[in-house]
């Protein structure tokens, strides 16, 4: 009888975890607060343009060496991925405003074969850039020594955050295989969610 329980017991927990993740699963984790900067079109993004879609957001740099690439190419992934998902966008936030200007940003996502049909490359004043990455999505910034003119090394977070179609914060993911799956999966779960 209570072998019986203990497989039942497994049977059940085994089609829990299989079941699909919904968007309930997900937690809401903070609210973007209202921006305004400017992208690689030169043309104003806020947070407003990112109600009603799921996006992706990091933080980089074009001059980096060490990290920017690899976050740059898990997203350019992930954007692969995910062609499905039609609410689906990417942002990737300039931590360096002094020198990644609208027309840089545009140079780099085309070098880099970046498609730009649902990517924005923001950028904006450096108040402006250090309130929306620290006090909005919440990520770590380096002080101002850290992004002196021509400094080659900006510290900056290397996570990704999972916003929803409210410009609500729905996670925090690391730039590894296990940390792009798992985004990709609540980027899903929130999708379903999403009213077309």
Avoid at 179 to 185: A, F
Wanted: hydrophobic share 40%; aromatic share 6%; charged share 25%.
């Amino acid at each position: 009888m209570r072998s019986e329980a203990l497989a039942l017991g497994l049977l059940a927990a085994l089609a829990l975890g299989c079941s699909k993740r919904t968007a309930d699963d997900v937690p809401v984790l903070g609210q973007l607060p209202e921006f305004t900067l400017v992208d690689q079109d030169q043309q104003a993004f806020d947070r407003d343009r990112m109600v009603g879609g799921i996006w992706v957001s990091a933080f980089v740099f074009t001059h980096c060496r060490s990290t920017c690439p690899r976050l740059t190419a898990h997203m350019k992934g992930l954007q692969t991925r995910v062609s499905d998902v039609p609410t689906a966008g990417f942002l990737s936030v300039s931590v360096d405003p002094r020198n990644d200007t609208p027309e840089v940003l545009k140079a780099y996502m085309q070098k880099n074969g970046l498609d730009e049909s649902n990517w924005r490359f923001v950028t904006g004043e450096e108040a402006a850039i250090r309130a929306v990455v620290v006090d909005g999505f919440k990520v770590g910034l380096g002080d101002d020594d850290s992004q002196a003119a021509g400094a080659e090394e900006i510290m900056h977070s290397n996570s990704f955050v999972l916003v929803d179609d409210r410009a609500q914060i729905r996670g925090y993911y690391r730039a590894n295989n296990d940390g792009i799956g798992d985004l990709e999966r609540d980027l899903r779960a929130l999708a379903r969610g999403t009213p077309p």
